[in-house]
């Protein structure tokens, strides 16, 4: 019998986001970091959409694309963002009916404004478009909220499998092998997500070593090889989100059997609950570390200022510490050297206005989202001027060209200021790297990141001290306002008597032939 290429729609609008900071995502946002559209998404060859061509390309099939906008993280998108790029892939999609799939490369932690799941959504919106009869197949982040409109619509969800993320492009793989699975009549995908109400920063969140996500993802990917199991994912919710029904878990999937797929993911999830206390940091202030790491010989020693994540969708203008960095310059002399990022776009301007070797007084910091601190007064030398652009070498942007807009080093006796116009998300040290500061060789090395700096730094740091400070990214969310979050909820009630998990449940059905 001949084969028969089927013709799947892929298409996307990636990003996670934050609802307590951060700077509205508008479509400039996706500008500056990938936005295709029709053909141009068929030369993408890393990442989740990369993954997935590479697969229907060996299984014969035709991709049929519709848009791909993919951003850097932020607060909500704009109305108008969302509704533009909603309407283009909605749009494309019923334009190259009929399709035999949808393949969609999400995040799972996007809201827009007035829209309070953007994935779900959207996943509703195409499944009105395609109909019962065509399966969908997304791919999540596994800090995704996942939710029942997720689940309800969807034939099947893949979450990645790494943090830090190192696996875009194999989960890519696996979805798309998925839905050729499912349209070749190999597998009928069945799926339930447990959740408990666990809200935890990332800190702790590593899939490596004997951090506690990692052994609970070890557990949950040990399902995959019992009988009937096609898929397990593990989800430590993004928790700067404040929606209904948050929480972290597992997400089953197996071939027809819903039952199985419920007690599984129910009995991971007990395991998660089980593990909380262990996903809480220990935190320092700023202060404190410091005080600590300039008795400690050599370095660098890294200050993580998880509070301001671009990662998370905070702004990247924090100075809580540079504040804690420049007392101590006088007294350790210009030789020793300490690296911090703010993104704030006046003093950038300034800095290039000025030109390299001038000295110039301006207030920094906390301009972009003002609600967590003041500006600091400071006096400098710009050392160095640039345009901003990099490259990520790997992760979820690999390859991927970053763009901190004009950006300059700005030198405070011994501190070294990289100014950026605009906030980028960290995965190794490339924004550094880029202005030529070396983290190997500073005293104190700021990073903004929660998991990505045990990458770029772990190898050779001195110390860690994770800082305590305000931000819309804090490590622990212990005092989040939520409103939308209803209690009870770890880690503000830690224990919740008689818990049982919620469950959601997909759909049930069997739509191919083989």
């Known amino acids: 019998m001949s084969h028969v290429p089927l013709r799947i729609a892929i298409g996307t609008i990636f990003t996670e986001c934050n609802q ?3 700077i509205p995502i508008d479509l400039a946002w996706f500008e500056r970091y990938e936005l295709r559209r029709g053909d141009e998404m068929l030369t993408v060859n890393k990442g989740v959409m990369g993954g997935m061509l590479e697969v229907l390309g060996r299984a014969g099939h035709t991709p049929v694309p519709t848009i791909y906008a993919s951003a850097g993280p932020g607060g909500p998108l704009t109305a108008a963002c969302y509704a533009q790029l909603k309407g283009e892939l909605l749009d494309c ?38 109909g019962w009869d065509v399966p969908i197949v997304a791919t999540l982040d596994l800090h995704a909220h996942v939710t029942d409109q997720m689940v309800t619509h969807a034939d099947a969800l893949l979450a990645w499998e790494t943090y830090p993320h190192a696996d875009s492009f194999s989960t890519g793989m696996r979805g798309a092998q998925m839905i050729v699975d499912m349209l070749a009549g190999r597998c009928h ?36 090889g019992d009988p009937g199991v096609l898929s397990t994912s ?58 600590a790491g300039i008795n400690m010989e050599g370095g660098p020693v890294l200050l993580v200022e998880t509070a301001d994540c671009c990662g998370g ?11 804690a960095l420049l007392p101590i310059a006088p007294a350790t002399g210009p030789e020793v050297i300490s690296i911090v990022p703010v993104a704030d776009p006046e003093v950038a301007s300034v800095c290039h206005k000025a030109g390299v070797g001038a000295e110039i007084t ?63 998300y960290d995965w190794r040290d490339e924004q550094y790297r880029a202005v030529d500061l070396d983290p190997a060789k500073a005293k104190f090395v700021v ?16 110390a860690i001290f994770v800082l ?20 009870p909820y770890f880690p503000l009630d830690q224990e919740i008597p008689d818990l049982q998990p919620m469950i959601l449940r997909g759909p049930m059905r069997s739509l191919y032939n083989s």
């Not at 035999?100 to 007035?114: M, N, Q, S, Y």
């Not at 969708?313 to 504040?323: F, R």
């Not at 305590?468 to 209690?487: D, I, Q, S, W």
């Open 234 to 291: 593990l989800f430590l919710v993004h928790p700067y989100l404040d929606q209904p029904g948050m929480g972290s878990g597992a997400l089953v999937i197996t071939d027809g059997n819903m039952e199985q797929a419920v007690a599984t993911a129910r009995k991971l999830a007990l395991s998660y609950w089980a593990r909380r206390f262990d996903l809480e940091p220990v935190t320092w202030t700023p202060a404190e570390a410091v005080s």
């Open 93 to 130: 999609l019923a334009a190259c009916l009929p399709v035999d799939g949808v393949l969609l490369p999400l995040h799972g932690a996007a809201v827009a404004e007035e829209t309070g799941d953007l994935e779900g959504d959207l996943i509703c919106a195409v499944r009105e478009v395609v």
């Open 447 to 462: 990073v903004k990141n929660p998991m990505n700096y045990r990458m770029a730094y772990g190898a050779f740091a001195r």
């Open 362 to 424: 301006v207030k920094i910091g906390h301009k972009l989202d003002p609600r967590w601190g003041e500006p600091i007064l400071v006096t400098g030398r710009v050392e160095r001027l640039s345009d901003g652009y990099f490259h990520y070498e790997g992760g979820i942007f690999e390859g991927v060209q970053g763009e901190m807009g004009p950006s300059a080093v700005l030198a405070v006796g011994g501190v070294r200021i990289l100014v950026t116009t605009h906030a980028t």
């Open 189 to 224: 995908p069945t799926m339930a997500m447990a959740k408990v109400p666990v809200i935890t920063g990332a800190i702790n969140g590593s899939t490596h070593g004997d951090d506690p996500f990692a052994v609970l993802m070890r557990q949950t990917k040990a399902h995959e």
């Open 313 to 323: 969708g905070a702004a990247g203008d924090s100075v809580a510490s540079l504040g």
């Open 20 to 22: 307590f900071g951060g």
């Open 468 to 487: 305590a400070t305000p931000g819309p990214t804090p490590a622990t969310v212990r005092n989040m306002k939520f409103e939308k979050l209803a209690r």
